[in-house]
């Protein structure tokens, strides 16, 4: 399957209401708050923590970031026409800058809207944990084979949100970092679905199974169509990348292998797009 950006509805958090911007002299005399505490697990990704944070861009994804009371937001760059439709804390230093200066911290042609944020990655999680939240209901999962590109990942984690996915499941290695460009592409939502990242995709699959889940994997060369083996139970849906699709070893560890009722006019989807299909046929059966 290849890789490209799924087009869904917004599944956007509301910017908050305005109040009026602040000095950032005041602000950068405040000391950043403490670094949380981040326990390494075993056969799950260390957080990042890396000498350089994550810069999001965007109002949407700095809007969400604000709001979701587990990310850490250091620093905050704004126009102040921006700054009058966000509600910054504080204690967060703001600094003033014009559109072409904010141009300056982003990849080239970033569409930053005025805002850019310097963030924390957000704390790592078990998959034991994400599976015992959903215990008591029939979300989806989504797990992700080596899909690298970070637009892929953000427009899943986006339908992820749209469509009620319990989360993300991917790889340690083969999985982009958190980044603007994933924030950007999921437009809010990498801040409400939970992502584990896991060193063995193959236990982890095991792990889900154990816990009740039909794991199907979405490749192109079986006949049986995903509508006619998800059934009613809960469903754990995996992808692959491009071209090469999820590995043999993935394969093993799925239940069952499906593809997508497709016309002979294309040869795949992206699997950002297939992820959306998926999971639309999943919430509603």
Known sequence: MAEGVAGVNDVLPR???????????????????????????RGHRPSLGTAQRPRFWGRHAVAAALANPERTVRKLWLTRETAAQLDVPA?????????????????????????????????????????????????????????????????????????????????????PPESGTVARAASGALETVPWVRVVNLARALDEIAEAGFWRIGLTGHVTETLAQVMGTQRVCIVLGAEGEGMRQNTEAHCDQLARLPITDQVESLNVSNAAAVALYAAAAR
């Open 15 to 41: 910017l908050r209401g305005a109040r009026p911007g602040h000095s950032s002299a005041r602000h950068d005399l405040l000391p950043p708050p403490p670094r949380r505490a981040r326990m390494k697990r």
């Open 91 to 175: 204690e967060i230093p703001v600094t003033y800058a014009d559109v072409a200066d904010l141009g300056k911290l982003v990849p080239a042609d970033a569409p930053h809207q005025g805002v850019v944020a310097e963030v924390e990655p957000l704390e790592d999680m078990w998959l034991a944990d994400l599976l015992a939240q959903g215990k008591d209901d029939a979300r989806p999962l989504v797990v992700l084979d080596q899909v690298t590109d970070p637009h892929n990942v953000g427009a899943i984690l986006r339908s992820a949100a749209a469509f009620g996915a319990l989360g993300l499941v991917t790889q340690d290695r083969h999985a």
